[in-house]
């Protein structure tokens, strides 16, 4: 357990808060506090360990020499959103990277993960990327998850833990429960460069987003493709106003560098699809924008049941800042419910609407 006078004082200094959702009362680390991770959950007597932060290298050789010294596992890092999965009482639950309970996953992991595997192993904790175009959180979605959603199992933890199982462990119990898994490139050391270039060479050509290094004393870092960047790029062009310029640069720099590691030419396609990434998304801010009075993405997600739908409503709202989350429907299809809605992005509405109605900007 976590100190009783930390938990106090974190509480006072409002770096934890206390939830209740979906039935459950629970304690949220809302911030890192001391060498406690944000997202960690106090839930029923139990730790819930928040995910820790992973690195991310930008010059693979160097990289990986001065990151690993022995050798090294290979995965890959899925475009998707972060998930802790565990038995809480009878049901099993999913919480969010940021520590609140998901409505949206709690209501369908069951379609993807053997229950049953909760109730053999309760002290377990699935670490897991939810992944494709019919998820609420995130517009990205991995090529080839081509409808709904899917799930990667990526790390076990066991509760009260911040450890993670070995990961010869982890695969064998993936392997026994048949959990639905990351792909795993297998063991490499300094010595293979020159199979993981080829590796990531083709996972851009696939349109997939990275590798996550995993070396045999814990340590972590990813690398993330050219492909990835552009696509970050392009995607958050109509969210721009709400992003750190650093989220900008960061990504130039990390395509660029993917490039003249990887020996890919610098051609005129390159050009056009970064100027593409950059402005098509501002251009269709600007059209919708004249259509609707707004600028939105509309999201579609499916649930079993409408509890969990309109849970999920509740909580985008309560935790959205300067977005504005509106329910488009909500229906039955194919015994499953659909939920649609939209996401307005407050600070590019208003800037369009004061610039397109001739207000001035003084820089």
């Known amino acids: 357990m976590i100190d009783a006078d930390l938990v106090k004082e974190a509480v006072r200094q409002r770096k934890a808060r206390s939830e209740s959702f979906l039935g459950y009362e629970y304690l949220r680390f809302s911030d890192d506090f001391k060498d406690i991770p944000r997202g960690t959950v106090l839930l029923q007597d139990t730790v819930i360990w928040g995910y820790p ?25 899925v475009d998707g959103y972060n998930v802790r999965v565990f038995r809480a009482g009878n049901e099993v639950i999913a919480l969010s990277r940021g520590g609140y309970i998901c409505p949206f996953t709690t209501d369908r992991i069951g379609d993807f993960i053997d229950l049953s595997f909760f109730e053999e192993n309760p002290d377990l904790i699935l670490c897991a990327e939810v992944a494709g175009p019919e998820n609420p959180y995130i517009e990205e979605s991995p090529p080839h998850v081509k409808e709904d959603i899917k799930v990667f199992v990526f790390d076990i933890m066991k509760k009260g833990s911040k450890e993670f199982l070995p990961q010869e462990e982890k695969l064998r119990i993936i392997e026994r429960y048949s959990l639905p898994s990351v792909e795993v490139f297998g063991r490499f050391t300094h010595g293979d460069i020159p199979k993981l270039k080829d590796l990531l060479f083709r996972l851009n050509g696939e349109g997939r987003e990275g590798v996550v290094f995993k070396g045999e004393e814990g340590r972590r870092a990813k690398y993330i493709t050219s492909y990835a960047n552009l696509s970050d790029i392009k995607i958050t062009a109509k969210n721009m106003l709400q992003l750190p310029a650093e989220y900008y640069t960061n990504r130039l720099l990390r395509l660029v560098l993917f490039m003249e590691e990887e020996g890919i030419e610098k051609t005129g396609h390159l050009y056009e699809e970064l100027g593409r990434a950059l402005i098509d998304g501002l251009f269709e801010a600007i059209e919708q924008f004249k259509k609707e009075h707004r600028v939105s993405r509309t999201f579609r997600c499916r649930f079993h049941k409408k509890e969990n739908a309109i849970a999920l409503l509740e909580l985008l709202r309560r935790t959205s800042r300067h977005i504005q989350v509106i329910e488009r429907d909500l229906y039955m299809e194919n015994g499953m419910w659909v939920l649609t809605f939209d996401k307005v992005f407050l600070n590019m509405t208003g800037l369009l609407g004061h610039l397109l109605g001739g207000g001035l900007v003084f820089d």
């Open 53 to 77: 932060h992973i690195g991310r290298i930008f010059v693979l050789e160097r990289g990986l020499k001065e990151q690993f010294r022995g050798p090294f596992w290979v995965e890959e890092k």
